[in-house]
C-alpha cells in the first residue's frame, strides 16, 4: 500500500478518535438527568437557582436546596415560557433554562464559597469584585416563604377560602386569577387595605353572601393563592370579575372588561 492511501485511509479513523475525545457539545455543567422537584439538593439544585436568577425569577440564596421559594420561581418560569406549570424540572423546564439564561459553573461555586449568601447572578459583570452576601448589598433579605410577603397563615387560609368557594371548578389559571383579585383590590385605594377587609366587605363577593366562604378549601385553591401572591396575575391586573351566565346588574357589564377565564370575565 502506497503512503498517500494509507494517509487516506487513516484520516477519517483519527476523526472519529478525536471527536471521542472531545466529548458531548453540551456543557460539562449543564443538569443531569433527573427530574428535580422540591426537596432535592445539590448541584442541579445550585443550577436551577442560579439560572432562574440570572433572567430575575429567583432572589434567594443559591444554597442547593430545592425549597418552596426554589419551587414557586419554577412554577412562575415555566408558566412565562408556556411549560406545563407543576413546579417539576424535567427536559422540557431544563431546555428552556439553557436556552434563555447562561450558567457559569466555576464562577458561582467560586461566590458560593467565598460565603453561602450568595444571591447576585446575572445581568452584571463579573470582572471585578461582586457583592455576593445579602449583607454586602443593597438587596433586602427575602421574608420567611411560608409567609410570602408579609401574608399570615390565617389571610392565606382566608383567601383559599375565597377561591374554593368562587372558583372551584374552574380551570387552575382562572382560580389563580380571582386570588389576584383579592390581591389588585389590597392595592387599589378604592378597596379595603387587607386580605379580611377585601374578602368580607359588603356584596363584595357571592361566597361570603352564600356561606360558601367557609368550607374547607381543597389543595389547588392553596396553591392557586400563593401562586397569586408569588407575583402570577392571569387577571391581567383585574380589581373585577363576574359569571356572565348568571350576573344581573348593569353596572359590572358596563366595566372595561380585560379578558375571559373559563365561566369568569375579569374587568377593571
Known amino acids: 500500500m502506497n503512503q498517500k492511501k494509507f494517509k487516506l485511509m487513516i484520516l477519517p479513523l483519527l476523526v472519529v478518535v478525536g471527536m471521542s475525545f472531545l466529548g458531548p457539545s453540551k456543557p460539562a455543567e449543564a443538569f443531569t ?37 426554589t419551587y414557586w420561581a ?12 407543576d413546579g417539576f424540572v424535567g427536559e422540557k423546564t431544563k431546555r428552556a433554562l439553557e436556552r434563555a439564561t447562561e450558567y457559569d459553573q466555576s464562577y458561582v461555586q467560586e461566590q458560593r464559597n467565598k460565603g453561602k449568601k450568595f444571591t447576585h ?30 401574608f399570615s397563615q390565617n ?32 392595592e387599589s385605594s378604592t378597596f379595603p387595605d387587607t386580605i379580611s377587609g377585601v374578602v368580607f366587605e359588603p356584596l363584595a363577593f357571592t361566597a361570603v353572601a352564600d356561606g360558601q ?35 344581573t346588574s348593569d353596572w359590572i357589564w358596563g ?3 380585560i379578558k375571559r377565564i373559563g365561566k369568569h370575565i375579569f374587568c377593571n
Open 121 to 150: 447572578y446575572g445581568g452584571q459583570d463579573r470582572g471585578g469584585e461582586q457583592q455576593t452576601t445579602n449583607e454586602e448589598s443593597s438587596t433586602p433579605t427575602p421574608t420567611a416563604v411560608n409567609v410570602p410577603k408579609g
Open 74 to 85: 419554577t412554577r412562575n418560569f415555566q408558566y412565562e415560557f408556556g411549560i406545563k406549570v
Open 33 to 69: 438527568n433527573q427530574v428535580i422537584q422540591q426537596g432535592a439538593v445539590g448541584e442541579d439544585v445550585i443550577e436551577l437557582q442560579a439560572r432562574l436568577q440570572y433572567i430575575g425569577f429567583y432572589n434567594g440564596d443559591i444554597d442547593g436546596v430545592f425549597g418552596w421559594r
Open 155 to 186: 389571610d392565606i387560609r382566608l383567601m383559599a377560602q375565597a377561591v374554593y368557594g368562587e372558583a372551584r371548578g374552574e380551570p387552575y389559571e382562572g382560580q389563580v386569577a380571582v386570588a389576584a383579585v383579592i390581591l389588585n383590590r389590597i
Open 255 to 257: 366595566r372595561p372588561q
Open 213 to 247: 366562604i367557609y368550607m374547607e378549601p381543597n389543595e389547588t385553591a392553596k396553591e392557586a393563592v400563593l401562586d397569586a401572591i408569588n407575583g402570577w396575575d392571569p387577571s391581567g391586573g383585574a380589581t373585577y370579575y363576574f359569571n356572565p351566565d348568571t350576573a
